[in-house]
């Protein structure tokens, strides 16, 4: 078993993402926090580790790896069982294709760096933020119809596994609502949240285990 260090921030949805994924194969780790507010992901030891500066970064038998999508995969390839992706490779398309609106099309247009450009006031920054979540979601609503009109979609966003599909999705919700997102126009999405957190593993990956 390889040492795991999740050096994360309790609030950030990238962050969760991979606790969860951790939480899912029941892999142990070590986290080492990184205050966001305080602009420790800008010291020159974590940035040694993450080129960008941003958590997570998992370090792996003391080698780094950034980026959630490329963490969550190696431990997908690492630790097979229990799956995150479909059996079927078009579903794992999907379930990427769900994952990638919000790891592409919305978080990165939210994030704290982007935010401090867009404006020093707060509420400019949450107009902002909340303009590109409501696009995202109404666009992650249309893929979830499109989904079950497939027969893709099961108990959870697809299939009866929860799996990459909420791994981003449902840490999305969590910051909408800081961002006071009006979530009403996607009852699809609530209902992919609701069920996912009912599930154990997102429970304790959850950012409320890890306030400080
Ligand atoms: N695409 C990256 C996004 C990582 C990211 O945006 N992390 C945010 C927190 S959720 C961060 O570290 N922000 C620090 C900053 O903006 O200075 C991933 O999936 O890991």
Redesign the pocket.
């Known amino acids: 078993m390889p040492e795991l260090v999740l050096h994360h921030?309790w609030r950030?949805?990238?962050?969760w993402?991979v606790r969860w994924a951790l939480a899912i194969k029941g892999v142990p780790w070590r986290g080492e926090a990184v205050d966001?507010l305080t602009g420790a992901?800008?010291a020159a030891g974590f940035v040694a580790k993450s080129p960008?500066?941003?958590?997570?970064c998992l370090v792996v038998d003391g080698r780094p790896l950034?980026?959630?999508?490329a963490i969550v995969h190696w431990l997908e390839e690492t630790f097979p069982s229990p799956a995150l992706l479909p059996a079927d490779a078009f579903a794992r398309a999907r379930a990427r294709q769900l994952a990638e609106l919000v790891?592409a099309g919305i978080?990165?247009l939210q994030?704290?760096?982007?935010n401090r450009v867009v404006s020093s006031d707060k509420d400019a920054q949450r107009v902002w933020a909340a303009r590109w979540i409501e696009r995202g979601f109404a666009s992650v609503e249309r893929d979830l119809e499109l989904l079950e009109r497939e027969g893709l979609a099961g108990r959870h966003a697809i299939g009866d596994a929860v799996g990459l599909a909420e791994l981003y999705l449902v840490p999305q919700l969590y910051n909408a609502r800081r961002y006071q997102v009006d979530l009403a126009p996607y009852p699809r999405l609530l209902a992919v949240e609701a069920a996912a957190l009912a599930t154990e593993p997102a429970q304790a990956a959850h950012p409320d285990r890890f306030q400080p």
């Open positions: 921030y950030s949805s990238s962050s993402r966001l992901q800008g960008m500066g941003y958590v997570p950034s980026e959630s999508m790891n978080q990165p994030n704290l760096a982007v």
